[in-house]
C-alpha cells in the first residue's frame, strides 16, 4: 500500500528528446518539414514567411497585410473565407513577428482536402479589400488612442525605439503610420513576401502519404513564385546610449517601469548560462525580484525580467507597474538586486531549484507533436538545429553558484541600462 507519509523520490533531469522533422523541398522552392504524430487526428499547417523590408523600414504594413491576408480574394469575400472555415470546424489564423509573419490552419485530417482549396486562395488571390483595409485602419486607431493612455503600453513603446531607435524593431505605430496605408502598398509586399521560394511549411499530426500528396497539388504544383526573392539585409543600430527617460503623467496611481539593454540572441553560445542568471534574478514566480519587490516589500503585484532572441539582436528587459510612492524605491531595490548578484555567489540550493525549474519548464512545454514543431522552428530560423536544445540542457545542468555570479557579472551593470518610468518618479 503506498504510504503517503512518505515524499516521492526525486530524479534529476537527464535526457530530453527531441522529435526531428522529415525535411521535403518542392520544386517551387517552400520547404517542408513534418512532424509525424500518427495518433493526433488535428492537423496543424503554419506557413511561415520571411518578413520582406525595403528602406525605410516599416514593420507597420506587415502587421497590416499579416491581418488582411483573409479579408478577401478575388474569389471569396471575408465573410465566406471565414464561413468555409467554421462550417469544418477549423480555424485559420494569421500571426506576425519582428522576423517572420505567418498563417496557420488548424483543422482535422478528414475535412483538410474541403479547407486546403480555401488556405491556397488566401495565399494566392488576396485582394486586400477597400472597405475592410479602412476599417482596419479605423479600429487600430481607435485602439492606439486608449492604449496610448496606459503607461506600460507607453513605457513598452519607448523602450523599443530607445533600444532600436527607426528600424523595425524600433518603430511603434502612430495615428499617422495607420492613415497611410494603401492597398496598392500592401499588395506590392504581398507580392514580395507572399510566394513559395520565400516560405517555409511546417506541418504537424497525422501526415500520411495521401496528406502529403494534397499538399503538394495545391502548394507546389499550383503556386507559382510571383516575383524576385529578396532577402532583407540587417537592419543598422545606432549606438546604443543608456539614459533615464521619464515622462511624468500627474494623474496617475501606478508608475510603469521598464529597463534593459541591447544582449545576444540565441546563436551566442552564452545564451543559455544568460538565460539561467535572468530566471533566478527575475525570470519565474520565485525569484529574487518576485520575493522582493512583490512579496517582502509589496510594491507590485508581479515583477520580470526576460531574454528576447530576434534575428538580428536581442534584448534584456525588466518590467512591472508600481504605486507612484514606491517608483524611486523600486528602481533602488532592482539596483541593489543586481548588485547582490554580481558581489555574491547565490546558495547552492537556490542553483538546484532553478535548475529543477528550468529542466522541468522545458520537458512540460512538450506536450503534443505541435510543441515539438515549436521548438524545431524557434531554432531553425537562426541556422541552428535540434542540437542546441542538447547543449541548452546540458548548460543548465552544469551550472554552479561560481557560474552564476560570473555570468551575473557580465549582465548586470546598473548604470549601462535604459531606464523608463512613466507614472510619477517620487
Known amino acids: 500500500m503506498l504510504n503517503r507519509t512518505d515524499s516521492p523520490a526525486r530524479h534529476s533531469i537527464q535526457h ?24 493526433q487526428e488535428l492537423i496543424k499547417a503554419e506557413f511561415v514567411f520571411q518578413n520582406v523590408f525595403t528602406e525605410p523600414e516599416n514593420p507597420i504594413v ?20 471565414a464561413e468555409e472555415i467554421d462550417f469544418y ?100 509586399l504581398y507580392k514580395k513576401q507572399i510566394q ?9 499530426g497525422n501526415i500520411t502519404p495521401h496528406v ?50 541591447r544582449s545576444v540572441n540565441r546563436q551566442d553560445a552564452d545564451y543559455p548560462a544568460l538565460q539561467f542568471v535572468n530566471t533566478l534574478f527575475g525570470g519565474y514566480f520565485g525569484s529574487r525580484l518576485m520575493r522582493n519587490i512583490r512579496e517582502d516589500k509589496g510594491y507590485t503585484y508581479s515583477i520580470g525580467s526576460a531574454f528576447a532572441s530576434l534575428k538580428h539582436s536581442g534584448f534584456f528587459t525588466i518590467a512591472t507597474e508600481v504605486g507612484v510612492a514606491s517608483t524611486k524605491a523600486t528602481l533602488l531595490e532592482i539596483e541593489k538586486e543586481m548588485n547582490i548578484l554580481r558581489e555574491s555567489k547565490p546558495s547552492e540550493q537556490e542553483v538546484d531549484l532553478v535548475k529543477n525549474y528550468m529542466l522541468g519548464a522545458m520537458l512540460g512545454s512538450l506536450e503534443s507533436i505541435f510543441s515539438h514543431a515549436d521548438k524545431f522552428k524557434s531554432v531553425y530560423f537562426y541556422g541552428m538545429n535540434l542540437d542546441y536544445f542538447a547543449r541548452y540542457n546540458q548548460t543548465i545542468q552544469e551550472m554552479t553558484a561560481e557560474t552564476v555570479q560570473h555570468f551575473a557579472s557580465k549582465l548586470f551593470d546598473y548604470d549601462t541600462l535604459l531606464k523608463i518610468v512613466v507614472g510619477k518618479m517620487n
Request: hydrophobic content about 40%; aromatic content about 10%.
Open 196 to 204: 513559395p521560394q520565400n516560405c517555409t511549411l511546417f506541418l504537424s
Open 16 to 39: 530530453i528528446s527531441l522529435i526531428a522533422p522529415e525535411q521535403i523541398d518542392f520544386e517551387n522552392g517552400l520547404k517542408v518539414f513534418v512532424f509525424h504524430a500518427p495518433e
Open 212 to 261: 502529403l500528396r494534397e499538399v503538394q497539388v495545391f502548394f507546389d504544383q499550383q503556386w507559382s513564385n510571383k516575383d524576385d526573392l529578396i532577402i532583407s539585409s540587417a537592419p543598422h543600430f545606432q549606438e546604443f546610449v543608456p539614459q533615464m527617460i521619464v515622462e511624468e503623467r500627474p494623474e496617475a496611481l501606478q508608475s510603469a517601469i521598464r529597463i534593459g539593454t
Open 62 to 81: 506587415h502587421t497590416c497585410l499579416s491581418h488582411m491576408m483573409k479579408e478577401g480574394t478575388t474569389t471569396r469575400t471575408s465573410a465566406q473565407i
Open 89 to 188: 470546424g477549423g480555424y485559420l489564423m494569421p500571426e506576425y513577428s519582428f522576423d517572420q509573419s505567418s498563417l496557420t490552419l488548424y483543422t482535422l485530417q478528414k475535412h483538410l482536402s474541403a479547407v486546403l482549396p480555401v488556405v491556397h486562395d488566401v495565399l494566392n488571390n488576396a485582394t486586400i479589400p477597400e472597405v475592410e483595409l479602412q476599417t482596419y485602419i479605423r479600429n487600430n486607431k481607435q485602439t492606439l488612442q486608449i492604449s496610448l493612455q496606459k503607461n506600460d503600453y507607453v513605457a513598452r513603446r519607448l523602450f523599443y525605439n530607445k533600444l532600436y531607435s527607426d528600424t523595425r524593431y524600433g518603430i511603434t505605430p502612430t495615428l499617422a503610420s495607420y492613415e497611410a496605408l494603401n492597398s496598392a502598398s500592401l499588395l506590392a
